[in-house]
């Protein structure tokens, strides 16, 4: 085979832009409909002119037979070229421009007709119809080849005995002529719907070029392909929205990460996920880049691109295991700055015990020994006579002993009770963790730094109160605060604030209560979380179990502040 076959094949084949292909089909369909149309007028058109000829050959025949004198005449003469019926009907012939004007007898003899040769022989068709009273319209072949004809029956005068019939022919040529000379017209009118379509066809392709790019059928195919297969094979949420801000596309990992499936499509946000910040991120309400949103226990980090059409494509990515290990970390960071604190401490300890011992003071030396341990048991003891269930008081236990290095008093309140049997403890735990955090923070630095946690149950219900004596929040900021990515304080290395707060109001709100945050009694912030049917029932709690010493919930206050703050 030649080098040059695939390109011979290629220039015969069809074009590979969409552009060209669209307008070749279109011109192809253009010329089809103009050539059918065409064919569809021209077909009737032949047969109307075949009725018209007909009709005009019978019409002509029947008023060649209402004339007496030629009845009259083919009873009295005998058919001749010179006889009076031959003389009136090449009249009557000339007069209506007709081919022929035949009279015959009553045996198909002819008395006239335009060939002088043809006078006394019988008809070429059969004239029986006629002869026997009956009006024919046809097309025929004869003598004189085809022809539309007409044929009627002679009467005698009076008009009660045929005595023979009248045929009139028009020559079929004439029939074709009309019919020819009407199709130049007919081409031109076809012409012109042809070329409009033609214009037509190629502003339509040049919108589709504009609109595909100029880019082939099959790349456009091959295209969405490979999109479908990004779409669902990237690690990331991708929502496209349209101009009317409604959902046209969800990939695997958006309905995932949303908890939503193809019920969302062509739903709004707001109608898909209910009011909340991750929806106002996808309407758009809400700009910037890499914000943060929490949907359920996911922390999400969320960007939003308009598209030349006005829809808007948003892009989700999961950060809830990067949240909490940067969580993680920072819980780490502080639980390093306390332990080393600690050890400064128990330095000083050791050597004020050493230097009792040298001094042979052994009776000072127990009474400091017994009171270093006694506070430690001290705050343990209070925790745990308070808070049944372990994990809150490991982790108040835990954040005691952070308070303590930081300066500042960590007190549980002599209102708290909590029994044993939470439906949810960790939960619990996030959301006393957070808030303590907070408090910490606010109070940092401040004299006489002070914060107070309160438990108590009513009922099944769980009622959660976290004073500090920090500087407060002012009223017109205190529905800022639950929102996700809002915060006073510096972000972290490793990412942004804002998100403990919002985390602490949505599991009080999956839970069915609220938080709410007011003044302090003397000054600072009181945060208030109500969690209705936080207790399991009576008969459905745990049976209680004895509490380890101080050292061991210590020891696991470390483990659980590192683990839960991370949440």
Known sequence: MSPTAPARRRRLG???????????????V?????????GLFLAPLSHQLDDQAMRRALAIAETTSQDPQIARDLLSTAPSVSGPVQREAERIRLATNAEYVVVMDMRGTRWSHTDPRQIGNRVSTDPSAALNGHEVMQIDTGTLGRSARGKVPLYAPGGHRIIGAVSVGIAYDSVRGRLVDAIPGLLAYAGGALAVG????????????????DLAFSDIAALLAEREAMLHGIREGVVALDRGGRVRLLNDEARRLLGIGDEAIGRTPDEALGRGRTTDVLAGRVTGTDLLTVR?????????????????????????????????????????????AQDHEHANRLHTLLGLLELEMYDDAVEFVGEVVGDHRATSEQVTEKIRDPLLAALLVG????AAER??????????????GLVDPRGLVTVVGNLVDNALDAVAATPHARVEVELRAEGRTVVLRVRDTGPGIPADRRDLIFTEGW?????????????GLSLVRRLAERQGGGVSVGDAHGGGAEFTVVLPEAL??????????????????ARAAVVETAGEEAR
């Open 536 to 553: 399991a029932e009576p008969g459905l709690r745990p049976a209680p179990t004895r509490h380890a010493g101080a050292d061991s919930v």
């Open 30 to 38: 253009a010329a089809g409909v103009a050539v059918l149309a065409t």
């Open 487 to 499: 915060s006073t304080k510096e972000p972290p290395a490793h990412g942004k604030r804002g998100l």
């Open 14 to 28: 069809l074009p590979r832009r969409a552009f060209s292909q669209v307008l070749l089909m279109q011109l192809t």
């Open 198 to 213: 033609a214009l037509a066809a190629w502003l339509i392709s040049r919108r589709v070029q504009r609109q595909t790019r």
């Open 407 to 420: 300066g500042v008093a960590l007190w549980v309140s002599d209102r708290t009770w909590l029994p044993d």
């Open 296 to 340: 359920g226990r996911r922390v999400l980090v969320a960007n939003r691109m308009p598209t030349d059409d006005g829809g808007a494509v948003a892009t989700l990515r999961d950060r809830t295991e990067l949240e909490q290990l940067g969580r993680e970390l920072d819980s780490t960071h502080g639980l390093i700055d306390a332990l080393r």
């Open 399 to 402: 954040k005691a002993t952070v």
